[in-house]
């Protein structure tokens, strides 16, 4: 009896590793890959040409940076724009670790508060039931269609009569309204069994403890993708200071950064081309860093959300 059992297992045991080995599920390199990577291989990099170029571009000396036609590649790579940007921070009438320190603060708040209200908002839309559900969940679809620049009256007028011009709270309360955001978590809870709720409603949980206790551990995925498009949106934004921001001290990294090349403020557009090319780079590196960091929960809450 015992050997017929040990020669079961080991014919599952060969079917097992015959499949991990076969093109099916190749454990390693698989000759059946080969078609995979003709495609994906060009695929990558294309589209990592466009960060090759932010990074080619810092380095370029002047010369490179008004070449015609325009390079792609460094061919003299200097550091001399990086220098040059570095001295022009220490000529700033308002130091520029003010305006570091704005971005640093208003961009960790943002995607804090972002994070709580789209994870309570989701948890509503996808497990509880309520009047307008889904009327609610349409107007967040529905919004997702539309373009910043086609709300950029409507949002300024609602700033303006909720008194909130000129104030560190405009940074904050528009960007809390992530359509995308609500989107993504409300279809990732709603791979969560509904079982698993009305299991601790019978134990006596509350809504807050299933929130924190159950939820929340559960789509952790999810609230750092949607932690990293608010990252992105908010430390990237020089749109809120220069529209509803007139005091300089208020005003963010990424709104200074933008100066560099403006004619509005004095500067040399042409003379400021290199500096502005090693601010993009600076300012391009706390996305890339994060985006590496959490891209693995970038992926599971693709797979998970309905997009791909």
Do not use: C
Not at 204 to 227: C, E, F, H, Q, S
Not at 267 to 293: C, E, H, K, R, S
Request: hydrophobic residues 50%; without cysteine; glycine residues 4%.
């Amino acid at each position: 009896m015992t050997r017929v059992v040990l020669k079961r297992s080991n014919k599952k045991s060969s079917r097992y590793s015959g499949i991990r080995n076969s093109r099916i599920n190749p454990q390693g390199f698989h000759t059946s890959q080969l078609k995979f990577y003709l495609v994906l291989l060009p695929l990558a990099v294309f589209m990592l040409l466009p960060i090759v170029f932010i990074f080619s571009h810092a380095f370029k000396p002047a010369d490179e940076l008004f070449a015609y036609p325009p390079r792609f590649f460094v061919l003299d790579p200097t550091v001399k724009n990086f220098t040059d940007l570095f001295s022009r921070f220490s000529k700033s009438g308002i130091p520029v670790t003010r305006y570091l320190f704005n971005s640093i603060l208003i961009t960790a708040v943002t995607v804090a508060a972002s994070v709580v209200v789209s994870t309570t908002a989701a948890y509503a839309l996808s497990k509880k039931r309520f009047k307008l559900k889904n009327v609610l969940f349409t107007v967040n679809t529905i919004a997702l269609m539309f373009v910043p620049i086609a709300v950029t009256i409507p949002r300024f007028l609602i700033i303006e009569r909720l008194n909130l011009m000129d104030s560190f709270w405009v940074h904050i309360l528009p960007a809390l309204a992530l359509p995308v955001g609500l989107f993504l978590l409300k279809q990732f809870m709603d791979g969560i069994p509904n079982e698993v709720i009305e299991a601790a409603e019978i134990d006596g949980a509350t809504d807050v403890a299933i929130y924190w206790r159950i939820i929340l551990p559960m789509i952790k995925p999810a609230m750092a993708t949607i932690a990293i498009l608010t990252f992105q949106a908010t430390w990237n934004n020089a749109d809120v200071s220069t529209l509803y921001i007139n005091s300089e001290s208020l005003k963010t990294f990424a709104f200074y950064l933008t100066t560099l090349t403006s004619t509005a403020t004095g500067a040399n557009a042409v003379a400021g081309q290199g500096m502005a090319a090693a601010a993009t780079l600076i300012m391009f590196l706390p996305n890339l860093i994060i985006f590496i960091l959490l891209q693995s929960q970038v992926m599971s809450t693709m797979s998970h959300s309905g997009l791909k």
